[in-house]
């Protein structure tokens, strides 16, 4: 599987954006699917995944209600909305990917096998 992420840029704060990540692959739609982000300085931490398995998406606690994970299965891509943001925000955006994830471990960067490229979300205050 291979991810291409885009749609990042420079937005004032309580702006919006939507990220993209497409993939190859024709059994994509059965992966687990996330996005991480990693600030100047942090460690990369986790924004939302979904586990196709219940079709339930986790959002960290800092983004809930303001950010979105959304699938097109056929596009073969996956979406993060991104609304009403804040500087705190300002990272570069990875989409992941794996077979099978446990849910204990959905949160955990080094669980994935499949990483994009990243794409910088910057937030202005």
């Known amino acids: 599987v291979q991810l291409q992420a885009c749609g990042g840029g420079l937005v004032q704060a309580g702006g919006s954006l939507r990220l993209s990540c497409a993939a190859s692959?024709?059994?994509?739609?059965?992966?687990?699917v996330a996005w991480f982000r990693q600030a100047p300085g942090k460690e990369r931490e986790f924004v939302a995944g979904?586990?196709?398995?219940?079709?339930?998406?986790y959002y960290a606690d800092s983004v809930k209600g303001r950010f979105t994970l959304s699938r097109d299965n056929a596009k073969n891509t996956v979406y993060l909305q991104l609304n009403n943001l804040k500087p705190e925000d300002t990272a570069v955006y990875y989409c992941?990917?794996?077979?099978?994830?446990?849910?204990?471990?959905?949160?955990?960067?080094?669980?994935?096998?499949?990483w994009g490229q990243g794409t910088l979300v910057t937030v202005s205050s």
């Open positions: 992941v990917a794996k077979r099978t994830v446990i849910l204990s471990q959905l949160r955990q960067p080094d669980e994935y096998d499949y």
């Open positions: 692959g024709r059994t994509f739609s059965t992966y687990v």
């Open positions: 979904n586990r196709r398995s219940r079709d339930i998406t």
